[in-house]
């Protein structure tokens, strides 16, 4: 059985798993790192620690298999990670050796030391983003579904106005499903499809 839940302090492991195991364009990404905390630094961990109240997960027999992340004012987030999450992981991986990291680790480094903002024409329109990940034991049961409706009522009853997010154009399931839940394709950039739903 499978119950979606609010998150818990003691879910942040399970944050950085599936986001690692989830990483390639929903495939595991294991094999293209060494660091398996890196790429959960960018896009699970810090919602956890900074807005947990903003975190619902996924958990079966197993243990927690999926989550979805956000903040409901985006601008606003950024500015916390830029005083609160980024200066202690920018002065750690000033300390781990280069050799060490794969390529891929090092782009996420990269990232951490130059986070990329969202559009801003989109956040300025839909000023909410997500991160929704499963494991692949969950998929295909509406988890996903259940995920999104409980993040939506949330942003809903606290006056959010619209919500964004940002998928891989190679993740054809991530695509698929962000546009059969409500949500507009609104511009690609790079290899990044955004899309925004109004609430």
Same mark, same amino acid.
């Given at each position: 059985?499978?119950? &979606?839940?609010?998150?818990?302090?003691?879910?942040?492991?399970? &944050?950085?798993?599936?986001?690692?195991?989830?990483?390639? !364009?929903?495939?595991?990404? !294991? %094999?293209?790192?060494?660091?398996?905390?890196?790429?959960?630094?960018?896009?699970?961990?810090? /919602?956890?620690?900074?807005? *947990?109240?903003? =975190?619902?997960?996924?958990?079966?027999?197993?243990?927690?298999?999926? /989550?979805?992340?956000?903040?409901?004012?985006?601008?606003?987030?950024?500015?916390?990670?830029?005083?609160?999450?980024? %200066?202690?992981?920018?002065?750690?991986?000033?300390?781990?050796?280069?050799?060490?990291?794969?390529?891929?680790?090092?782009?996420? =480094?990269?990232?951490?030391?130059? %986070?990329?903002?969202?559009?801003?024409?989109?956040?300025? !329109? /839909?000023?909410?983003?997500?991160?929704?990940?499963?494991? *692949?034991?969950?998929?295909?049961?509406? =988890?996903? !579904?259940? &995920?999104?409706?409980?993040?939506?009522?949330?942003?809903?009853?606290?006056?959010?106005?619209?919500?964004?997010? #940002?998928?891989?154009?190679?993740?054809?399931?991530? =695509?698929?499903?962000?546009?059969?839940?409500?949500?507009?394709? &609104?511009?690609?950039? #790079?290899?990044?499809?955004?899309?925004?739903?109004?609430?």
């Amino acid at each position: 059985m499978v119950v &979606l839940r609010p998150y818990r302090e003691s879910d942040l492991e399970a &944050l950085y798993e599936i986001c690692i195991v989830t990483g390639d !364009s929903g495939q595991n990404a !294991s %094999p293209l790192h060494n660091d398996r905390k890196v790429i959960g630094q960018l896009y699970a961990a810090p /919602y956890g620690v900074l807005e *947990p109240e903003h =975190v619902f997960v996924a958990e079966d027999d197993e243990g927690v298999a999926g /989550y979805v992340v956000g903040t409901h004012d985006t601008a606003a987030f950024e500015a916390r990670l830029e005083r609160e999450w980024w %200066p202690p992981l920018r002065a750690h991986y000033a300390e781990v050796a280069l050799d060490s990291l794969t390529a891929t680790d090092r782009m996420r =480094v990269a990232a951490i030391n130059e %986070p990329g903002a969202n559009p801003s024409d989109i956040v300025a !329109s /839909y000023p909410a983003h997500i991160h929704m990940n499963l494991l *692949p034991r969950l998929r295909g049961q509406r =988890v996903g !579904s259940g &995920l999104l409706r409980l993040w939506v009522d949330q942003a809903r009853a606290a006056g959010v106005r619209g919500i964004h997010l #940002g998928a891989n154009a190679k993740n054809a399931g991530g =695509v698929a499903f962000w546009t059969k839940s409500g949500f507009e394709p &609104l511009q690609t950039i #790079g290899r990044t499809v955004w899309f925004g739903m109004r609430l």
